[in-house]
């Protein structure tokens, strides 16, 4: 496997989490109490704890998709060039 194969991969993988991590935001802006509504049937949270734990998720998700692909991606680009 070449460097080019690699840097590839990483950026399509970048991509991809980005694009899970927006579709996870726009499901919880625009359909947030429909997903409330059905945790709530499995554990007994609060409003505001469930926003929290959903906002501190998606803040830890989109951390791991720079540190675990975009920062690779370009350092090998950086490297590549």
């Known amino acids: 496997m070449d460097i080019n194969t690699i ?3 990483l950026l399509l993988s970048t991509l991809i989490n980005m694009g899970i991590l927006i579709f996870w935001a726009l499901l919880f802006i625009f359909a ?3 997903i ?3 945790h709530t049937h499995w554990f007994a ?3 505001d704890r469930f926003d929290a734990i959903h906002y501190c998720a998606m803040a830890f998700y989109k951390i791991a998709i ?3 692909n975009f920062t690779p991606w370009l350092a090998l680009t950086i490297i590549g060039s």
């Open 7 to 9: 840097r590839q991969a």
């Open 32 to 34: 947030r109490d429909v």
């Open 36 to 38: 409330y509504r059905l």
């Open 45 to 47: 949270i609060s409003s």
């Open 66 to 68: 720079l540190l675990l």
